[in-house]
Each structure stands twice: as structure tokens, then as C-alpha cells.
T-cell receptor
Framework: GEDVEQSLFLSVREGDSSVINCTYT??????LYWYKQEPGAGLQLLTY?????DMKQDQRLTVLLNKKDKHLSLRIADTQTGDSAIYFC?????????FGKGTRLHILP | GVTQSPTHLIKTRGQQVTLRCSSQ?????VSWYQQALGQGPQFIFQ???????GRGNFPPRFSGLQFPNDSSELNVNALELDDSALYLC?????????????FGQGTRLTVV
């Protein structure tokens, strides 16, 4: 079945890089997404990658896709306190987006 | 953008609730998701051009409507305590798998 797995917590020092990892099961997914959710807020689309791409870079964000291993990662360079949030990995299904449970990113001073 | 109302709502078990969403202009696809505390959003259903176009693992007491004016509703009958969650609406121009989906801020429903 369709499933998206990601670690639940990550702590990173301010200024370091954060790497959030995710695995998915549906090899037919067209798009893979990273969403950000701040406390009490909705979902903000950070970036997405087509399934036929290996990498996408957008300012401080780098997405890497290993389609063979069904592994997706999000790297945030120079992590700031404003990056503190829950990050959801997601894949596109036939008629829906399938989300992981989210990784809570905690920034250490 | 996508706007949802109300932002917060408290209902009693057994009651009925209607949540509203205004899609981004020109988007003909709207999807609803339920996000329980500490979980990722779960797909409820999708509407495309005013017809249900896909449904997740939710009982029939969850129903929806999509209107021609870029607005939509999620209705939940016979509320249960487990229905307490953040309900998110998302709109997209062509369907979820084709492009980005834009989410609203959500309606937080508490059932007591």
C-alpha cells in the first residue's frame, strides 16, 4: 500500500545544515513534496520535485531523490530559528497527497 | 490564496458541522484532509468540477459539496470525539497529481 515514513524529531544547531529524510512506497508517484507547518498554522508548500529528477535546489533548500531506493531528503542550509517547524514529506497518489507523520525540527542556540 | 472558515469550532458529540473553504481563483479541484494531533494529514475526499472524484477511508457521515464560485464545504454528521482535528482544504488547478496543491490555514474542530 501507499506509505510515507520519516523520523519524528531532529535537533540542529543554528547555522548548521539540517537534513530530513523520508522513504515512500509508491513508485508511480509523479510528484514528491516537502511541506512546512508552523505551530497552529496550515501547510506551506516548501518545494516539490518531479519523479524523473534527481535533485532540485531552491535558495537554502536542496531536495535529493533516489528513485531506486524510494528515498527523499530535504537539506536546509544555514538553519535559522525561523526554520523551527514540522516538515512533512509527501507523495502524489491518483487523487490525493499522501503525507508522512512529519519531522519536528528543533533549533539549538 | 485558499481561505477557510471558521478558524476554530467547538461542537458537542452527535451534532453536525459544516466547514467552508474558498479555493484559489481558477482552481477546479478541491481536496479535504483531516489532521489529528501529532499526525500527518489524511485524505478525506476530492471534488473536481462539483463531483466527488476520490475518497479516502472515511465513513459516509463525512460529505462534501463544491460550488461553481470556487467555494466548497465539508459536512460531518453525528460528530464523534475522534473527529476532533485540524481540517485542511487544498485547491489545485488540475488535480493533485498534476501540480502543486495550495492549502488553507485549516479549521480546528474540537468535539466535546
Amino acid at each position: 500500500g501507499e506509505d510515507v515514513e520519516q523520523s519524528l524529531f531532529l535537533s540542529v544547531r543554528e547555522g548548521d545544515s539540517s537534513v530530513i529524510n523520508c522513504t515512500y512506497t509508491d513508485s508511480s508517484s509523479t510528484y514528491l513534496y516537502w511541506y512546512k507547518q508552523e505551530p497552529g498554522a496550515g501547510l506551506q508548500l516548501l518545494t516539490y520535485i518531479f519523479s524523473n529528477m534527481d535533485m532540485k535546489q531552491d535558495q537554502r533548500l536542496t531536495v535529493l531523490l533516489n528513485k531506486k531506493d524510494k528515498h527523499l531528503s530535504l537539506r536546509i542550509a544555514d538553519t535559522q530559528t525561523g526554520d523551527s517547524a514540522i516538515y512533512f514529506c509527501a507523495e502524489s497518489g491518483d487523487d490525493k497527497i499522501i503525507f508522512g507523520k512529519g519531522t519536528r525540527l528543533h533549533i539549538l542556540p | 490564496g485558499v481561505t477557510q472558515s471558521p478558524t476554530h469550532l467547538i461542537k458537542t458529540r452527535g451534532q453536525q458541522v459544516t466547514l467552508r473553504c474558498s479555493s484559489q481563483s481558477g482552481h477546479n479541484t478541491v481536496s479535504w484532509y483531516q489532521q489529528a494531533l501529532g499526525q500527518g494529514p489524511q485524505f478525506i475526499f476530492q471534488y473536481y468540477r462539483e463531483e466527488e472524484n476520490g475518497r479516502g477511508n472515511f465513513p459516509p457521515r463525512f460529505s462534501g459539496l463544491q460550488f461553481p464560485n470556487d467555494s466548497s464545504e465539508l459536512n460531518v454528521n453525528a460528530l464523534e470525539l475522534d473527529d476532533s482535528a485540524l481540517y485542511l482544504c487544498a485547491s489545485s488547478p488540475e488535480g493533485v497529481g498534476a501540480t502543486e496543491a495550495f492549502f488553507g490555514q485549516g479549521t480546528r474542530l474540537t468535539v466535546v
